[in-house]
């Protein structure tokens, strides 16, 4: 018989020593001779290794798109939005070139006249602190539809109003919400025709928001995607796309909801106009924010006076009134211009500068670029013009100088403010 399989500890286990009459006799084998004999008959399995799984990794899940809107719908968004903007400024410069005309038929003081100004201004600089709380809460549609609903409403009350506290009023919920133009209008027709106009106006945009503006919010609708409950979020596409969504099958229906996420209604809280407070206390954007109001208080005290001065000193009518508004208002629109591309070129010009030293990589994103130096070279010459024409314009109203001189003024002064805006506007990217 072959002799058995065995192993090498079993072999030890077998050859202990044994003792007989106290003598110790070893039978541990020569290791060198130890041979371990495979039985043909039943011969041993190959060892296996244990069967271990491998866990496949997960595909990466696609990353849904930041918005679901199409780059035509993003253009008519912006467009609107753009266009709703434009309304407050419009409201606020078509109505100076009528100020002498409104003293005259209400039968007060120009100077109480001017006070509807000054209240239309203090509201436009408190209503955003609700009106922004209000947006990121609730939403920017209905933002949209309530302001514009008080406009429209104001203008139908301002062009029938009798009293000037009446005017004073509804000027303040207007602002809650050109001077080429309005002063046509008042030469043409009366001051109550720049209300009529500003109804048409404001009313056309109004029905465009309320029946076309989505919501755009991201707490609220997502990328998109998410269907918001209540009908002031609705849009006409909208409803017509949920309705033909209730006409499909109930199986579609529901898989389209599991799909998608489930709205949750969100509940109305009231504003609060404190939440934007917290910007001030940090000290560049209180610098900005205070250079910038005094820019935009001094346009507005110049533009104010422009009516009265040049119908009082220069004998002008009201259509003539309100053409000289052109010069301010076009050297805006340069001033804006040239001061963007000149912070553009300067900026260039410090990259190219500085990567001499720092290196070819170096650009405008490097966390040494000097971007507040880069950014404000330049602004005290603005400043300088400002004040320039300021003090230029005045002494022409008081020597009654010629026209041309005080239009002049009126270029040099909305040059520099509106210069003065655009290099203190400072994108998000570059903050």
């Known amino acids: 018989m072959a002799p058995f399989t065995t192993s090498l500890g079993t072999s030890v286990l077998a050859s202990r020593p044994s003792t007989s009459h106290g003598t110790t006799t070893s039978s541990t084998p020569d290791l060198a001779t130890l041979t371990v004999t495979a039985d043909e008959k039943h011969p041993t399995p190959p060892s296996t290794p244990p069967l271990t799984t491998q866990k496949t990794p997960p595909e990466p899940e696609e990353e849904p798109p930041f918005s679901t809107f199409t780059p035509l719908q993003k253009n008519l968004i912006a467009l609107a939005a753009s266009l709703a903007a434009l309304f407050s400024t419009l409201s606020s410069f078509i109505y100076y070139p009528a100020l002498t005309r409104i003293s005259a038929d209400l039968g007060v003081s120009l100077m109480l006249v001017q006070l509807t100004i000054t209240s239309y201004l203090v509201i436009a600089g408190v209503a955003p602190a609700f009106m922004g709380d209000m947006a990121d809460r609730g939403g920017r549609r209905p933002v949209y539809v309530l302001m514009f609903g008080l406009m429209v409403g104001a203008n139908v009350g301002d ?103 489930i709205p949750k209604r969100r509940r109305l809280k009231f504003p609060n106009p404190l939440a934007c407070l917290p910007v001030l206390a940090n000290k560049g954007s209180l610098l900005v924010i205070l250079i910038t109001a005094i820019n935009y208080a001094v346009k507005a005290a110049l533009q104010t006076s422009l009516d009265a001065q040049c119908v009082e000193l220069y004998g002008l009518n009201y259509l003539q009134a309100g053409l000289v508004y052109l010069p301010s208002g076009v050297g805006g629109g340069f001033g804006s211009y040239f001061a963007g591309k000149f912070v553009d070129w300067n900026y260039r010009r410090t990259v190219t500068r500085l990567a001499k030293t720092q290196g070819s990589q170096y650009d405008k994103n490097s966390p040494e670029f000097p971007l507040e130096k880069t950014r404000l070279r330049g602004v005290y010459l603005l400043s300088a013009t400002t004040v320039l024409g300021i003090i230029g314009y005045g002494l022409t109203l008081k020597f009654r100088w010629h026209i041309a001189v005080m239009l002049i003024m009126q270029l040099l002064t909305g040059t520099a403010t509106a210069a003065t805006f655009t290099v203190f506007l400072l994108p998000d990217h570059q903050r």
């Open 159 to 261: 062009r029938g109003v009798r009293e000037w506290a009446g005017l004073l009023v509804l000027r303040m919920v207007q602002s809650a919400g050109s001077s080429v133009i309005g002063g046509g209008l008042t030469q043409g027709f009366g001051w109550r025709a720049i209300f009529w106009f500003l109804v048409i106006f404001t009313g056309s945009h109004f029905v465009v928001m309320v029946l076309f503006f989505p919501e755009t919010q991201r707490k609220i609708v997502g990328n998109g995607s998410i269907q918001p409950k209540g009908l002031i979020y609705q849009t006409v596409l909208s409803l017509i796309r949920r309705k033909a969504e209730q006409t499909e099958s109930k199986d579609a229906a529901t898989e389209g909801k599991q799909e998608g996420e």
